[in-house]
């Protein structure tokens, strides 16, 4: 099993900042893909940005040029840099994690909330 813990979340005004982490612990032998999804009220969870161990990354059309995702394999942790914040942005945002097998997992959430 892998374990996601995320951490960061919180209240901002529209324009702000702020950075989400997400470690993963337990048996992370093989993953591969870590990320963020997002669900706000009422809505579906839907992708925010993702990134390979080798690096290369996918951004949700709407965070494009805000949000910023990165990784560090020592300390098997994800990052997202988000800036430019809006009211839109509120959400429960979800670490996820997938090994090369399409095994995936995910981290209980973080709130974010973006006031106008």
């Known amino acids: 099993q892998v374990q996601l813990v995320e951490s960061g979340g919180g209240l901002v005004q529209a324009g702000g900042s702020l950075r989400l982490s997400c470690a993963a612990s337990?048996?992370?032998?093989?993953?591969?893909?870590m990320g963020w999804y997002r669900q706000a009220p009422g809505k579906q969870r839907d992708l925010v940005a993702v990134i390979t161990s080798g690096g290369t990354t996918n951004y949700a059309g709407s965070v494009k040029g805000r949000f910023t995702i990165s990784r560090d394999n020592a300390k098997n942790t994800v990052y997202l840099q988000m800036n430019s914040l809006k009211p839109e942005d509120t959400a429960v945002y979800y670490c996820y994690a997938e090994r090369l097998n399409g095994a995936d997992y995910w981290g209980k959430g973080t709130l974010v909330t973006v006031s106008s």
């Open positions: 337990g048996n992370i032998f093989l993953i591969n893909v």
